[in-house]
């Protein structure tokens, strides 16, 4: 049975940073590109980054270029979301989502229809 698991969030203070994990199960990591969405409330879930199968391609959005770092390790099955600077702009539902096996990482990865498995997603508040 194929699982993401999410897990690292929770509150931080504005400029504060967090790690999201993504621990998946059920299939080969390294097959597949791995991306981050959020979803903030009142709002569409939006696609945030991506990375390729072996982690050689790497998509960020506009608005967390420069402050979040996606990273993966096929061998550990887990793909991390390393977020600075947040922003309470930030404050989200976050998840991580395996792309379709067909699928690369480029900006394609900001549409849902990029994604063909979902995490139950970890909750981020940015807020003093």
């Known amino acids: 049975q194929e699982q993401l698991v999410e897990s690292g969030g929770g509150l931080v203070q504005p400029g504060g940073s967090l790690r999201l994990s993504c621990l998946v199960s059920g299939f080969p990591l390294g097959d597949f590109a791995m991306g981050w969405f959020r979803q903030a409330p009142g709002k569409e879930r939006e696609g945030l980054a991506c990375i390729s199968g072996n982690g050689h391609m790497i998509y960020y959005a506009d608005s967390v270029k420069g402050r979040f770092t996606i990273s993966r390790d096929n061998a550990a099955k887990m793909v991390a979301l390393q977020m600075d600077s947040l922003e309470p702009e930030d404050t989200a539902v976050y998840y991580c989502?395996?792309?379709?096996?067909?699928?690369?990482?480029?900006?394609?990865?900001?549409?849902?229809?990029?994604?063909?498995?979902w995490g139950q997603g970890t909750r981020v508040t940015v807020s003093s």
């Open positions: 989502a395996r792309a379709y096996f067909y699928k690369v990482c480029d900006r394609t990865a900001r549409h849902l229809s990029w994604a063909d498995a």
